[in-house]
C-alpha cells in the first residue's frame, strides 16, 4: 500500500490504478483523483516555494483558488506552467514537475530570501536600486528578473488545437451545487432551453465533499441521481469542466470547457479546450462560497490547510494530509472537518476554537478560546504552538492543521460589469450587490446561504423568478438546515509573519507597512504589497488585507471598500481565447481566379491584404526577383502583357439617382459622364483628404461599375453605405459589392487590342475608333460568354480590363496565353504592375496615406467647384492650401548607378540635414528598366515649381544619402499617346 | 454587446461596425454653412457620460446603418432605429 | 456556345465532397445568384413582380424562400438574393432584370459566391462551433447573414437540424471550407 | 527621507519604524497660485516640473479619488519615442530624455527598463512607411534601427517565421524604448512634488469652475472652493465632463481600451513587440507576467471595461506572432477609458477662458509621454506659452487644418 494517507470511502474508482510522476517520483492514484489528492495519498504534503521568499508549500485548498500546489503539468511541447494541482485531473501517466526553485523542492537555494525578508519587505525595491542609472538594466533588473516568474514556457508551439463557439439559452445556470442542481431541475421540468455548467469534472459542489444528505440520499448520491435525470432532459444541456469566466454585456457569458485536459493525448481533429460564448436571456449565478484562512505566525506551512478542503479530501477523495491533524476554526464547520475525519479513523489531536462557548466533543479534545500563535516544521508541519483561554502556552504535535475562518460568497461574476459587492454584518462578508449583469440572479452560498437546505430552496425560488414560472412551488428536497454563526476572526493578535497572500508573500506585517508609508486605498495596498495580485486572484486573501486595513485606518470593512473582480474567474489559457485563428488561418485568405494556373506558372505570391496575389513569374534561369520583373514590364511595354488586378473594389452603383449619388461621392464631376465611358475619380474624406480613388464606368443610364483600390474596397464600400443612408437617404440609389463575381485582367501593351480582338466575339469593334480610350462595353468573349470590357490603363500603355464571370477566369486566362503566344504574351505579376504605375506617375496606397490632399497628389484642379462633393468644403482650411504645400513629383537620381529608397527624406542641397530642414520624403521607388535607373515618387513642398532642383534624398536608417534630381511624376509617355494610340 | 435590430432582432455587436455620434447624419448646408459650422460638423463631440445616439453599421447582417441609442456608463441600449428612416415602426 | 471551362470555387473540375462521420460537406456550383434591390419608392410594385416570379410573397427579414425554378433569401430592407439552377440560369440577372423591369436594381452575384451544402444528422453540433446562430430556434425557411471564422457568410436552414447551405465569398471558399471541415472532425 | 539602499538596510535592522508616508494628505488651503485637476500621471509630473523647474511652491494637485488610479495605474507600460511626424517627434524624444534620468531626479525607483522596443514589417508597403518613420526619428535626433528577418529570427527566435499568415519581413527597433512600473510612476512623482511642498489632496472632486469675466478664479470642490491664478486640467478619461463644466465641446470621444496580464512566467521576452498586423503588442513586467493589449473596443464608452470580440481578437494575434504563449494562462484583463482626438494627437492649450489650460486628448499614447506632458504643461501654466516640444498640440488646429495624424484615419477618433 504505497497510498499511505488513503481513507476508506470517497469518489474514487479503487478498481484502476493510475500511475503518476511528480519531480520524477513514481505514485499510484485512481480515477476521481486530482493531482493534489493522489499526492496527499502518498503522503507528500510538499508541492511547491512560494514566489518571493521561496517558503515550502503544500496545498491551502482543494479546488481552483489554490495558491500554494502549482506545478508544470505534462513536458515538452506540452508543458504548461502555473497548474493547480488541485484541479487537475489525474490521469496514467501524468508527469508533474514542481516550479520556481533550485535545485530541488526540498533544497531550494532561493529560500535564502527568507532570511532577509526583513529587507525585501513591501515595496522595498521602489526606493534603491537606482545608483548609478545605468546598472538598473546592466545588473539589478537580470537579477530580479531570473528570480522572477513561477512556471516557464516550453518556448515550443503549442500543439494543441483549440475552438470557439456559441450556444444559446433561456437560462444558464453558473455552479451545479445544490442550489445549481435544484435549480437546472426546476427549469429543466418547465421546458426552457437550460445549460448546467460546473468547472468540476463531477457535479454536486460541495455536495460531493459532505456527509450531508439530500432527500434521504447521501448527498453526493443525490447529486449523481439530479445529474443523471438533468441528462436525459433534451432541453437541458449538461456542461461539466467548464468554468464560466467572464461575464459581458447584455448577457454575454463567456465559458471554457476543457476538452481532453484529463486525457493523456488529444485524439487527432479535437480541440484540447472550446471557448464557448453563451448567449443567455437569464443566468442564475450558483458559484458556493470559498473558505477563509486565520492569519497566524507562519501559517503557511505544508499541512496547513483550510478546514472544508481538509474535509473535501477526506470527504471525496479518501485522503488526509496527515494522520494527526489539528482545526483551528473561529465557527461550528471546523467542528465538522473534526467529526468527518475522526469517522474516518484520523487522528484529531485538538480542535483549537477561538470561541470561549465552543461546542465539545466526545470524540476529541476542544480547546475553547484559544489561538495559534505559531508553528513548527521546516518541510511541513510538526507542531503548533496554542495559547489557551488562560494564558498558558500549550504544544500540540500534528502532521496537519485544518483552518476555518468563515466562508466567502463567491461574487466574482456579479463584479465584471462593476457592481459593487455588499456587506453583510451578519456573515462577516461582502454578498452580490449594486446592480448585478443584466439578466442575473445569484442563490445558494453565493449570496450568503450557507446552509444545504437554504441553498436548494433559494436555487429554486432563483429559477422560479427568473423563468416567471407560476403555481405552487414544488417542495425542496430534505436537508441540514443547521443555524450558520459566522463572527469575524481574521488574524491572531500580535502576529507580524503571518500570510496573507501566500503566493506573492504578503504578510500581516507588510500590510501595517503599506498603512505607515500612506498606501491606505485599497487600490493603494493592493499594488504597493501585491496583494491578491497573484496567480489565484486574491480569493483567499484579499479579504484579510482589507479586514487589517481597516482596522488600522479605524474604519469598517465597507468603508475600506473591496478591490473589483475583473475577468477571467479563473486564469485562461490564451490558445483557447485565440481558437482556430492562429498559423496560416489567422485571417481567411483570399485567392484571384487566376491563382491555380498562376501556381503552375511557378508564380511568388504576396499578401496583399487577405490576398494572395502574384508578385512575379520567374522564369527558367532567372536567379534574381529583378530579372522577371523587368522582363515583365519591357515586354509589356514592348509587346503584351497581362495581370490579374480582380483584387481591384468593385461596387455596382444603380438606380435613377446613380449620377448625383456619384457626384456626391466623388470631389471631381459624373452627372454628365455619357453612357459608355469610364472616368477617373477621386473620392475625398468629410475632411478633405483623399479617401481612394478609381474609376467609374457607365454601363447604362441608371448603372455604373465602380472601382476601388484593394486596399481600401471595404471601406468605400462602407463610405458610400454611410452617404446613402445617412446623408442621402432620399436618393434612389442602390450599391452591392461585385468584386469576387468577376474575374478581372488587365491587357496591357501596344499588342493588346491584337490580343483581344482574338478572343472578343466578331460583332463588337473595339478598334480605336470603335472603343476609344475609356470607353466600357457590356461584350461576349470565346463565342458567347457575357463579358465587360473597359478601357482604361494603370501602366501608361494601351491597354483593356477585361471581366468575365470568375468561374471562367482560369479558362480566360489560359486562352489569353494561347492566343497571345504568336505576341510573346508575358503574364506580370504586382511588382511589374508597381513599376509601371510609378513610371506612370499613378498615385498609389504610398501616395493616398490617409495625409494628403488633392492638391498635393497634383489634382487640385479637379476638385470642382461647380457643385457639392464630400471634404470639397474642409479642403479649403488654410493650413490645407499654404503657398508651399507638398506636391507630388518624380526623383531620379543625378548619378544614374545611385539608389533611390521609398522613406528617405528631401534636404536642400546644401543646409543642414535634419527634421527642421527636411522638404519632405519619398513615397515610392524602383528600378524602371525603361529607363535603366531607379526612379522615385514623391511629395516636395511647392513641388510645382522645382522641377529641375537637385536636392539630397538622405535616409539614416539605412544609411544612404544621394543627390536626387526632381523630374516630372510621368517618366513614360507624358503626353498619354499611348493610352489613346 | 446586443443590438436589437429593427428588423432581425437581437444581434452581437461583433456584426457591426461603429461609425461614432449620430450628428454626423447632420450635414452643414453647402450653401449657407460657415467654416465654423463645418469644424464644429467635423470635428467637435458632445462625448456624454450617459445616453449617446451613435451609429452602428451592420456590415456582417443587412448592411443597414442604425441609430443605437447607448448609455456610455452601463452600455445600456434604449432604443434602436434604422438611420434611412428614424423612427420607422417595423 | 462558348469554349471555356469553369472551375469550381475550389479550384476543381467537378465539386468537392467531404464525409465525416454521418454529415456531408458538398460544394455546390450549380447555382446561379442575382441580387435585387427594389427602387426607391417603387418598393411595392417590385414585391408584386416578385411575388409573381416567386409564386409567393418575397421573404420576409431573416427569412427564405425556398423553391422552383426561383428561391430568395432577404438580404436587406426591400433587398433580396434570388437564386436558380445555373444550368438555367447562367445570365440570371439579364432574366430577372427583364421581369422586375424598373422597380429594381438588379445585379449579378452568380460568382461572387461559393455555395456548401451541410447535411446529416447533428449538424448543429458542427454549426455551433462555426457562427452565431441560434440554433434552437433556427427554423427550416430561416436565413441569416453570419460570420464564419471571420468570413462574411449566408446561412440558409433547408431542413431543421439536417441540412443547411452555406454561401461564402468565393475568393475564400478554401479557408471556409477548411473552416467547415475542421468543425467537422472537431464536432462528430 | 532620502530613499536609498542603506536607508532600506537601516530600516530592516530598526524594525522599519522609520517609514514616513509617502506623500502627506493636507488640508486643502483657500488659494494657491496654480491647482490642477487631476492626480493622475500628467497632473502629478505637471506639479512636480511646477515645483523643481519653474520655481511654483503654492501649488495644489486636486483628485476626486486617489492618485494613479486613472490610466497611469492601468495602462502596458510602454515607453518609447517613436513617431513618424514633426509635431510629435520631438515631444516624445524629450519624453524618452526625461525617462531616463526620471528616478534620479524623483530618488524613486520607477524601474525604467530601457530593453527596446520592435515594430514588426510584413510588407514592403510597410517597410516603406517604417524607413520614412525611422528617418524622421534619426534627424529628430532619437535612434531607430532597421532590422532584416534574420537579424530578427536571431533576437527572437520564438516568433512565428515558418508557419506565418503574414510573413514577417523585417522590423523597426528603438533601443531606448522599454518599459516602466507605472503605478511607481505616479507615486513617484507624488512624492516628489510633495516634498516640494506641493499639496497633493485625494478624494476632493471639482464640481465646477468659479469665472467671472472671462477670468477662472479657481474651483469649486466636494470640500468647497478653492481658489487659484491658474488652473491646469489634466483628467484623461474624463476631459469631456470636466471641461463641460467650462462650457467646452472638444474635440475629443472617450473609448475603452483593454489590457491584459498572464501568471507569472520565467522571462522570456527581451523587450517590447508590436505586431501590427495583427493589432497585439506585448512586453514581460519584472513579476513575470506577459503584458499585452491590442485595439480599442471601437465604441464610445466610461465604463471602464470590454467584451470579448477584442479579447479574442488580440489573443489571436497573439497565437499568430508567438504561438509558444499558447498556454500560457490569462490571468487578468481591465479597461480604461481613452481620450481620443480627432487626429490621435494631443492638446496642451489655453483655453477661451482666461487662467484655464487643458491638457488631454492622449489618446492610448499617455503613459510614454507622462514626463514631457508635464514638463510642457508646468512651461504653459507658469509662462504662458507652449513648451518649444508642443507647439502643435493646439486647439484650433482643426480649424486651420494643421492636423498631426499618424495614421491617416482622419477625423474618425475610434480608428487612431
Not at chain 1, 149 to 167: A, H, I, N, V
Not at chain 1, 174 to 181: N, T, V
Not at chain 1, 686 to 703: F, H, M, P, S, V
Amino acid at each position: 500500500m504505497t497510498q499511505k494517507n488513503r481513507l476508506i470511502g470517497g469518489q474514487i474508482d479503487r478498481n484502476a490504478t493510475l500511475n503518476f510522476t511528480f519531480d520524477g517520483k513514481n505514485y499510484t492514484g485512481h480515477p476521481g483523483d486530482t493531482l493534489a489528492s493522489a499526492l496527499l495519498a502518498n503522503n507528500v504534503r510538499l508541492m511547491g516555494r512560494s514566489f518571493k521568499y521561496h517558503r515550502p508549500r503544500g496545498p491551502l485548498t482543494a479546488g481552483s483558488e489554490e495558491p500554494n500546489a502549482i506545478v508544470e503539468l505534462r513536458s515538452g511541447a506540452r508543458q504548461e506552467p502555473n497548474t493547480r494541482a488541485t484541479t487537475a485531473e489525474l490521469f496514467d501517466g501524468l508527469s508533474a514537475k514542481s516550479q520556481n526553485r533550485w535545485p530541488s523542492l526540498a533544497f531550494d537555494a532561493m529560500a535564502v530570501n527568507d532570511r532577509f525578508s526583513n529587507f525585501l519587505t513591501a515595496g522595498f525595491y521602489y526606493k534603491t536600486f537606482m545608483w548609478p542609472a545605468a546598472f538598473w538594466e546592466k545588473i539589478y533588473e537580470p537579477i530580479i528578473r531570473k528570480a522572477a516568474g513561477l512556471g516557464s514556457l516550453s518556448m515550443q508551439t503549442d500543439p494543441d488545437e483549440y475552438d470557439k463557439g456559441f450556444r444559446h439559452c433561456d437560462l444558464l445556470i453558473i455552479g451545479a451545487g445544490p442550489a445549481g442542481l435544484n435549480a437546472a431541475l426546476i427549469a429543466g421540468r418547465s421546458g426552457a432551453e437550460v445549460i448546467l455548467a460546473d468547472e468540476d469534472f463531477r457535479m454536486g459542489g460541495r455536495l460531493n465533499a459532505e456527509t450531508f444528505s439530500v432527500a434521504e440520499l447521501e448527498g453526493a448520491d443525490w447529486a449523481a441521481q439530479t445529474a443523471a435525470e438533468l441528462s436525459a432532459m433534451p432541453n437541458v444541456r449538461l456542461m461539466p469542466r467548464t468554468t464560466v469566466i467572464g461575464a459581458f454585456d447584455h448577457g454575454i457569458y463567456g465559458a471554457v470547457e476543457r476538452i481532453t485536459d484529463h486525457l493523456a493525448a488529444s485524439p487527432t481533429g479535437k480541440p484540447r479546450q472550446i471557448l464557448w460564448r453563451i448567449y443567455a436571456k437569464q443566468a442564475v449565478l450558483c458559484a458556493g462560497a470559498t473558505e477563509r484562512p486565520i492569519a497566524f505566525e507562519n501559517n503557511d506551512r505544508p499541512g496547513i490547510m483550510l478546514s472544508a478542503s481538509m474535509r473535501a479530501y477526506a470527504n471525496r477523495w479518501a485522503t488526509t494530509p496527515a494522520q494527526r491533524v489539528a482545526i483551528f476554526t473561529n465557527n461550528d464547520d471546523g467542528h465538522r472537518t473534526a467529526q468527518d475525519l475522526h469517522a474516518k479513523g484520523v487522528k484529531i489531536a485538538a480542535v483549537i476554537d477561538t470561541r470561549p462557548d465552543a461546542p465539545s466533543s466526545m470524540d476529541y479534545e476542544v480547546l475553547q478560546g484559544a489561538q495559534v500563535a505559531d508553528t513548527k516544521g521546516r518541510l511541513g508541519l510538526t507542531f503548533v504552538e496554542v495559547v489557551r483561554a488562560d494564558g498558558t502556552n500549550r504544544t500540540i504535535e500534528c502532521g496537519a492543521l485544518g483552518v476555518s475562518g468563515g466562508w466567502n460568497p463567491n461574487v466574482q461574476l456579479t463584479c465584471h460589469q462593476r457592481g459593487r459587492p455588499i456587506w453583510k454584518e451578519g456573515l462577516a462578508a461582502f454578498v452580490p450587490g449594486g446592480t448585478l449583469p443584466s439578466g442575473m440572479s445569484v442563490a445558494g452560498a453565493a449570496v450568503g446561504t450557507f446552509t444545504t437546505h437554504g441553498a436548494l430552496k433559494s436555487g429554486a425560488d432563483a429559477v422560479r423568478k427568473a423563468l416567471g414560472l407560476k403555481g405552487r412551488a414544488p417542495a425542496v428536497p430534505e436537508a441540514e438546515d443547521a443555524p450558520v454563526n459566522q463572527t469575524p476572526f481574521w488574524y491572531v493578535t500580535g502576529c507580524s509573519r503571518a500570510w496573507l497572500d501566500q503566493q506573492n508573500d504578503v504578510t500581516v506585517k507588510d500590510v501595517k507597512l503599506s498603512h505607515q508609508e500612506g498606501f491606505r486605498s485599497v487600490e493603494h495596498l493592493k499594488r504597493y504589497t501585491t496583494l491578491g495580485m497573484a496567480t489565484d486572484q486574491g480569493k483567499t486573501s484579499n479579504m484579510g488585507g482589507l479586514a487589517i486595513m481597516a482596522e488600522l485606518a479605524g474604519k469598517s470593512i465597507p468603508e475600506v471598500g473591496t478591490t473589483i473582480f475583473r475577468p477571467p474567474y479563473t486564469p485562461t489559457a490564451i490558445g483557447t481565447l485565440a481558437g482556430r485563428m492562429r498559423g496560416k488561418e489567422f485571417h481567411p485568405t483570399r485567392l484571384t481566379p487566376s491563382h491555380f494556373w498562376a501556381k503552375e506558372r511557378g508564380a511568388v505570391f504576396v499578401e496583399v491584404g487577405n490576398w494572395l496575389r502574384a508578385q512575379w513569374f520567374p522564369l527558367p534561369g532567372e536567379t534574381h526577383w529583378r530579372q522577371s520583373v523587368d522582363r515583365e514590364v519591357l515586354a509589356t511595354r514592348s509587346s503584351v502583357g497581362v495581370c490579374d488586378c480582380t483584387t481591384l473594389g468593385k461596387i455596382d452603383v444603380q438606380g435613377t439617382d446613380a449620377a448625383i449619388f456619384l457626384n456626391k461621392v466623388y470631389c471631381n464631376g459624373f452627372a454628365k459622364l455619357a453612357v459608355g465611358k469610364t472616368r477617373y475619380g477621386l473620392m475625398l474624406r468629410e475632411d478633405g483628404i483623399a479617401l481612394d480613388d478609381g474609376t467609374a464606368a457607365r454601363l447604362a443610364e441608371d448603372q455604373f461599375v465602380v472601382t476601388t483600390t484593394t486596399a481600401n474596397a471595404a471601406r468605400v464600400y462602407q463610405h458610400m453605405e454611410f452617404v446613402r443612408q445617412c446623408l442621402m437617404p432620399q436618393a434612389d440609389v442602390q450599391l452591392i459589392s461585385t468584386t469576387e463575381a468577376w474575374a478581372q485582367y488587365a491587357v496591357a501593351g501596344p499588342n493588346s487590342r491584337k490580343l483581344l480582338q482574338k478572343i472578343v466575339d466578331a460583332e463588337f469593334d473595339i478598334s480605336n475608333e470603335g472603343f476609344p480610350f475609356m470607353a466600357c462595353a457590356n461584350i461576349t468573349v470565346c463565342g458567347g460568354l457575357r463579358a465587360r470590357l473597359f478601357r482604361i490603363s494603370f501602366s501608361g500603355e494601351l491597354a483593356f480590363e477585361i471581366a468575365v464571370p470568375s468561374r471562367y477566369g482560369d479558362a480566360l486566362m489560359r486562352k489569353l496565353m494561347a492566343e497571345g503566344e504568336e505576341f510573346d504574351v508575358t503574364p506580370y505579376g504586382t511588382e511589374a504592375l508597381g513599376v509601371m504605375r510609378i513610371e506612370k506617375g499613378h498615385a498609389a496606397g504610398n501616395e493616398l496615406n490617409g495625409t494628403t490632399t488633392a492638391l498635393n497628389l497634383g489634382m487640385g484642379r479637379m476638385v470642382s467647384k461647380a457643385k457639392d462633393s464630400i471634404g470639397s468644403k474642409l479642403a479649403e482650411r488654410p493650413g490645407l492650401n499654404e503657398p508651399d504645400a507638398l506636391m507630388q513629383i518624380g526623383l531620379r537620381p543625378v548619378n544614374r548607378d545611385d539608389k533611390v529608397t521609398a522613406g528617405g527624406h528631401l534636404m536642400n542641397a546644401l543646409g543642414p540635414v535634419d527634421a527642421a530642414h527636411a522638404q519632405a520624403y519619398v513615397t515610392s521607388a524602383a528600378f524602371s528598366p525603361t529607363l535603366g535607373c531607379m526612379i522615385g515618387l514623391g511629395f516636395l513642398k511647392d513641388g510645382g515649381n522645382r522641377n529641375g532642383e537637385k536636392l539630397r534624398l538622405v535616409s539614416p536608417v539605412t544609411d544612404l544619402t544621394v543627390e536626387v534630381e526632381v523630374v516630372s511624376a510621368h517618366f513614360v509617355d507624358p503626353e498619354g499617346e499611348r493610352v489613346r494610340a | 454587446m446586443i443590438i436589437n435590430h429593427p428588423l432581425l432582432g437581437p444581434r452581437d455587436s461583433a456584426e457591426f461596425v461603429y461609425l461614432g455620434t449620430s450628428n454626423l447624419m447632420d450635414r452643414p448646408d453647402p450653401e449657407t454653412a460657415t467654416p465654423e459650422d463645418w469644424h464644429d460638423y467635423a470635428y467637435l463631440r458632445d462625448n456624454p457620460a450617459g445616453p449617446h445616439r451613435e451609429l452602428w453599421f451592420h456590415e456582417g447582417g443587412d448592411r443597414s446603418i442604425l441609430i443605437v441609442t447607448r448609455d456610455t456608463t452601463t452600455h445600456e441600449i434604449s432604443s434602436v432605429e434604422l438611420a434611412r428612416n428614424p423612427g420607422a415602426q417595423v | 456556345m462558348h469554349d471555356l471551362t469553369a472551375i469550381t470555387a475550389l479550384g476543381g473540375i467537378a465539386p468537392q465532397v467531404d464525409t465525416v462521420g454521418e454529415v456531408t460537406l458538398s460544394e455546390v456550383p450549380d447555382v446561379a445568384l442575382a441580387s435585387v434591390a427594389a427602387r426607391l419608392r417603387k418598393e411595392s410594385t417590385c414585391a408584386a413582380q416578385l411575388k409573381a416570379l416567386l409564386g409567393g410573397p418575397p421573404p420576409q427579414a431573416g427569412r427564405a424562400k425556398l423553391g422552383e425554378p426561383y428561391a430568395a433569401v432577404w438580404l436587406g430592407p426591400d433587398q433580396w438574393m434570388l437564386s436558380a439552377r445555373f444550368e438555367t440560369h447562367q445570365d440570371i440577372a439579364a432574366q430577372v432584370k427583364t421581369k422586375l423591369g424598373d422597380t429594381a436594381s438588379v445585379t449579378e452575384q452568380t460568382d461572387a459566391w461559393c455555395c456548401f451544402d451541410l447535411t446529416g444528422p447533428n449538424v448543429r453540433a458542427v454549426l455551433e462551433l462555426l457562427c452565431n446562430i441560434d440554433l434552437l430556434r433556427f427554423e427550416t425557411g430561416h436565413a441569416t447573414r453570419t460570420s464564419i471564422h471571420h468570413l462574411g457568410c449566408l446561412v440558409v436552414c433547408l431542413d431543421k437540424g439536417q441540412s443547411v447551405r452555406i454561401l461564402g465569398p468565393r475568393a475564400s471558399a478554401g479557408s471556409l471550407h477548411h473552416a467547415i471541415t475542421t468543425a467537422m472532425a472537431s464536432a462528430l | 527621507m532620502r530613499y536609498s539602499g542603506f536607508k532600506v538596510i537601516k530600516e530592516a535592522l530598526t524594525g522599519h519604524k522609520g517609514w514616513l508616508p509617502a506623500w502627506r494628505d493636507p488640508e486643502p488651503k483657500a488659494h494657491y497660485d496654480i491647482v490642477i485637476i487631476g492626480g493622475g500621471g500628467h497632473g502629478l509630473a505637471t506639479a512636480h516640473y511646477l515645483a523643481s523647474v519653474y520655481g511654483q511652491h503654492r501649488v495644489a494637485v486636486v483628485e476626486k479619488g486617489w492618485i494613479g488610479g486613472g490610466n497611469v495605474g492601468r495602462n502596458t507600460t510602454i515607453i518609447r519615442s517613436n513617431y513618424l511626424l514633426d509635431g510629435n517627434e520631438p515631444f516624445y524624444e524629450f519624453s524618452l530624455k526625461l525617462w531616463e534620468g526620471l528616478e534620479q531626479d524623483l530618488n524613486y525607483n520607477a524601474m525604467v527598463s530601457q530593453r527596446g522596443i520592435m515594430n514588426l514589417i510584413h510588407s514592403d508597403a510597410q517597410r516603406d512607411a517604417f524607413v520614412r518613420r525611422g528617418n524622421a526619428m534619426i534627424l529628430n535626433g532619437a535612434d531607430a534601427e532597421l532590422l532584416s528577418e534574420a537579424q530578427i529570427r536571431q533576437e527572437y527566435p520564438f516568433l512565428n517565421f515558418d508557419d506565418a499568415r503574414f510573413p514577417i519581413k523585417g522590423g523597426l527597433a528603438q533601443r531606448r524604448g522599454g518599459t516602466v512600473r507605472h503605478d511607481a510612476v505616479a507615486w513617484g512623482y507624488a512624492r516628489a512634488a510633495d516634498r516640494r511642498g506641493v499639496d497633493i489632496i485625494q478624494n476632493c472632486e471639482v464640481t465646477g469652475f468659479r469665472v467671472e469675466n472671462g477670468k477662472c478664479l479657481g474651483v469649486e470642490t466636494s470640500r468647497g472652493f478653492i481658489g487659484a491664478g491658474r488652473v491646469g486640467c489634466a483628467v484623461a478619461g474624463n476631459s469631456s465632463r470636466l471641461m463641460e463644466k467650462a462650457g467646452m465641446r472638444l474635440p475629443i470621444e472617450s473609448h475603452v481600451l483593454q489590457a491584459f496580464v498572464t501568471e507569472g512566467l520565467k522571462p522570456v521576452l527581451p523587450g517590447v513587440i508590436t505586431f501590427g498586423a495583427g493589432h497585439f503588442y506585448v512586453s514581460q513586467s519584472d513579476k513575470g507576467g506577459l503584458v499585452f493589449g491590442g485595439d480599442i473596443d471601437g465604441y464610445n464608452s466610461y465604463a471602464q471595461r470590454g467584451n470579448l470580440p477584442v479579447v479574442e481578437d488580440v489573443c489571436e494575434g497573439g497565437m499568430a506572432i508567438m504561438p509558444m504563449i499558447g498556454r500560457a494562462r490569462l490571468l487578468r484583463m481591465w479597461g480604461g477609458i481613452m481620450d481620443m482626438s480627432m487626429d490621435g494627437s494631443p492638446i496642451i492649450d489655453r483655453t477661451h477662458v482666461d487662467g484655464l489650460y487643458f491638457n488631454g486628448g492622449w489618446c492610448y499614447g499617455g503613459f510614454k509621454a507622462t514626463p514631457a506632458s508635464g514638463y510642457a504643461f508646468a512651461h504653459l501654466l507658469a509662462r504662458d506659452e507652449p513648451h518649444e516640444t508642443a507647439t502643435a498640440y493646439r486647439f484650433d488646429r482643426f480649424r486651420t487644418g494643421h492636423m498631426i495624424d499618424e495614421k491617416g484615419m482622419g477625423n474618425q477618433p475610434n480608428l487612431h
